[in-house]
C-alpha cells in the first residue's frame, strides 16, 4: 500500500468521523421528536426505536408555527428581493458611473466590514423605536437591508464586463437600466442566485435583532418562535426538539437543493472578506 494511499484513507475516515460528528445532534434531535414525553425522561438512548408523532400534531395545533412561518417567509423574501435590488444598482453606479466621490464612497463600503452588527443594535433599536417601527414588519426588515458584501461582489463582476458590450448598448439608444437589467443582470444570474440563496438563509436564521424589536408572539420569526415552546408547553423536550426541525426544514432543503450554489456563495463572501 503507497503512501498515498494511506493518506487517502486516513483523510477519508477523518471526514467520515467529522460528519458522524456534525449529524449526531440532529439525529438526536430527531429520536427525541419522535418520542412520548414519558419515555424520554425513563429512557435517554438515541436508538430510533420509537415512531409517536404526538409531538409534531401538539407543536402544529397548539403553537402559532404557521404564523412564525409566514413571518419568517415574507421578511427573508422581503429582505432578499430589496437587498439583491439595491446592492445590484449600487455596484452598478460604483463600476459603470463616474461621478465626484466614487472612490471614498466604494471605500466606505468596503470599510463597513470593520464594524460588528451587533455593535449597531443599540442605535438601530433607538432609530426603529423614533420611527415607530417596534414589533413591526418593517422593524424587522429595514436594519437587514445592509449587506456590502452583495455590493463588492457585484461591482467585481462589472468591473469584469468589456467597456465595449456597453458603448455598443448605448449607441444603440439603451439608457443605465437598459444596460443594467437587460445586459449585465442577465449575464450574471448565477452570482444572482448564489447571492440569493444565501442572503435568505442569513435573514431566516437571524434571531437577535428579530428578538429584540418583536413584543408580541403575532409578529415573531421562527427563531425567536422557537424560544417560546416553553413558555407554552412547560419543558417538554419532544416538542421542542420537532418545533427545532420544523422551523430548520425549508433551511435544510434549501441547501439540499442548492447546494452547489450555497457553496458558491459562501466561497465568494470568504473571498472577498479576505
Known sequence: MTARRIRNIAFAGIVVIAALIWIFPLYWALTTS?????????????????????????????????????????????????????????????????????????????????VPVPALYVAQFVLMNDLGFVNSWWGIILP??????????????????????????????GGEFTLLFKLYLPLNWGITTALAIITFIMAWNNFFWPFLIVTSEDMMTIPVGITQVNDTFGVAYARMMALALLAAAPVIITYLVFQKKVTEAVMISSGVKG
Open 34 to 114: 419522535l418520542r412520548s414525553e414519558a419515555r424520554i425522561v425513563s429512557d435517554a438512548g438515541v436508538l430510533l426505536d420509537e415512531f409517536n408523532f404526538s409531538a409534531y400534531t401538539e407543536v402544529l395545533s397548539n403553537s402559532k408555527l404557521p404564523r412564525w412561518y409566514l413571518n419568517s417567509v415574507g421578511t427573508s423574501v422581503i429582505i432578499t428581493a430589496i437587498v439583491l435590488l439595491f446592492g445590484m444598482m449600487c455596484a452598478y453606479a460604483l463600476s459603470q458611473l463616474r461621478f465626484p466621490g466614487r472612490r471614498a464612497l466604494y471605500l466606505a463600503v468596503v470599510a463597513s466590514f470593520m
Open 144 to 173: 437587514q437591508l445592509i449587506v456590502p458584501v452583495v455590493v463588492i461582489v457585484y461591482k467585481q463582476f462589472f468591473d469584469a464586463i468589456p467597456r465595449e458590450m456597453r458603448e455598443a448598448v448605448l449607441l444603440d439608444g
